[in-house]
């Protein structure tokens, strides 16, 4: 099948569209999620800091962009979902397989996210009405005894109620007004916060941690670390700029359009780094402490912290806007797959899938520290399986697979994304060489195959 009649088969059926901006504020909530709010802060930490943060721009731009244009370039030329776009672009059915592993990582993502977004929500609830604040609480006693009830579920089901409802609405009446209100949002209530951080007594001690760069704390493990956060940043990887990419006008530039989400991202994560290292050097908290620095460490100091009911209701409140934004993306991706598998209309789609998430979510959220915690395989939760499952493995072939598509198999790859010359020959060299390379690394190291 050619790229021109495959293109003109799809194009048919894909009239919802995003206009040219909501398609950059979509990409960038997309993008901007627990990733730089949550994951962010702590690798920031663990590995020195301002150091470590200008290691993340420069893989960004070797890996990270590179890869997110020829995502949503696939998307383009594909007009339809992550394996049908394959298989229309190539005419392989090999090709259309390998498609459906972004679909599978991206629908186990959802499942498992659900429930972090679900614990965000109910954060910000407790904040703002001051029941996370009483006198002599240990946090986290109370994250581990709230993750082993029932809540979770509650949260769980409500997030996928509201992402559902936002998906089932379409690309421009949904998605691209949800996330236009969303996002500038998101922007204030962080730049609010990143004024109350920096403010605080002792915060240049964790503005100094941030800023000032320490090159003798960055070693191997830091630079695969932080290509793999480059990778991840960006949703590389499951499908979902692919997707995005698929309701993307002709007349919009992939490239100008992929350096601003490149640029989004930053921005978003350097602010959110002014937000959480001073406010942790501010109260004696460890910048390093891991996933539990949002739900059991920030919350000690939200609640000395004058009006910190006020401003720790705002900062997971930030977290939840930043999961939900996620979120409606990563759902977009099966979502749009059961739509042309299935021949149903969105509503239906919508409905079907977000009712199985949930039900594979719920062992996830019942492993954390409740009934089904003494399941494990090895060392590892439902939940931890999960999340290493599409983070470690699914995701970088993911990637992988989009690399070696863009670089080998399609092409017309540069003329989609309106790359020719000096930039076209450094795009290629990165996609056939370079990146399938650093993402090989990115993978054995993940899976414990080489270490440092």
């Known amino acids: 099948m050619s790229d021109h009649s495959s293109q ?29 709010m949550w994951k962010f802060p702590y690798i920031t930490g663990k590995h020195g800091g301002a150091a470590f943060f200008l290691l993340f721009i420069i893989c960004l731009l070797i890996v990270g962009l590179p890869i997110l244009l020829a995502e949503m370039t696939i998307g383009r030329g594909g007009r339809s979902n992550a394996s049908s776009s394959l298989f229309n672009l190539s005419g392989k059915k090999y090709w259309g397989a390998l498609g459906l592993l972004p679909i599978v990582c991206a629908f186990l993502t959802m499942s498992y996210y659900a429930v972090v977004a679900g614990w965000t929500i109910h954060y910000a609830v407790e904040s703002f009405t001051g029941m996370l604040y009483m006198p002599g609480i240990d946090y986290k006693d109370k994250f581990v005894s709230f993750a082993g009830g029932s809540m979770p579920i509650v949260w769980q089901g409500i997030v996928m109620l509201l992402t559902g409802w936002i998906v089932a609405r379409g690309i421009s009446g949904g998605i691209e007004k949800f996330n236009k209100v969303l996002i ?6 962080l730049i609010i916060l990143m004024f109350r951080s920096v403010t605080l007594p002792g915060a240049d001690a964790g503005l100094s941690f941030f800023l000032k760069p320490d090159f003798s704390k960055l070693d191997s493990e830091a630079a695969l670390v932080a290509l793999g956060h480059a990778f991840f940043s960006l949703s590389i990887g499951f499908g979902c700029m692919l997707t995005y990419g698929s309701y993307v006008d002709k007349k919009q530039s992939l490239g100008a359009a992929t350096l601003a989400i490149g640029l989004g991202d930053l921005i978003y994560a350097f602010i959110g780094g002014l937000v959480i290292f001073p406010t942790v050097f501010s109260y004696g908290l460890q910048p390093g402490e891991g996933v539990g620095l949002a739900f059991m460490a920030l919350p000690v ?26 979120a409606v993306s990563i759902l977009e991706v099966p979502v749009a797959y059961v739509m042309h598998k299935w021949k149903l209309d969105r509503k239906k789609a919508t409905l079907y899938t977000s009712i ?17 915690n003494p399941f494990k395989f090895g060392e590892k939760t439902i939940f931890d399986m999960v999340d290493f499952t599409t983070s470690y493995i699914l995701m970088p072939l993911g990637g992988l697979i989009i690399t070696l598509f863009t670089g080998y198999a399609w092409k017309r790859a540069g003329e989609e994304a309106g790359l020719t010359g000096f930039w076209y020959k450094v795009w290629m060299f990165l996609m056939r060489i370079v990146n399938p390379i650093l993402i090989l690394l990115i993978f054995l190291y993940s899976i414990g195959i080489i270490s440092f």
């Open 184 to 189: 500038p949002g998101f922007l204030i209530i």
């Open 8 to 36: 003109k088969s799809q194009m048919k059926g894909t009239k919802d569209r995003f206009s040219t901006s909501g398609f950059i504020v979509a990409a960038i909530g997309s993008s901007v999620g627990l990733g730089n």
């Open 356 to 372: 199985l998430c949930f039900l594979v979510g719920v062992p996830c959220a019942l492993s954390v520290s409740g009934v089904l």
């Open 301 to 326: 100091a939200f609640s000395q912290m004058p009006f910190g009911l006020l401003f720790g209701g705002l900062f997971f409140l930030l977290l939840a806007i930043a999961a939900l934004t996620s």
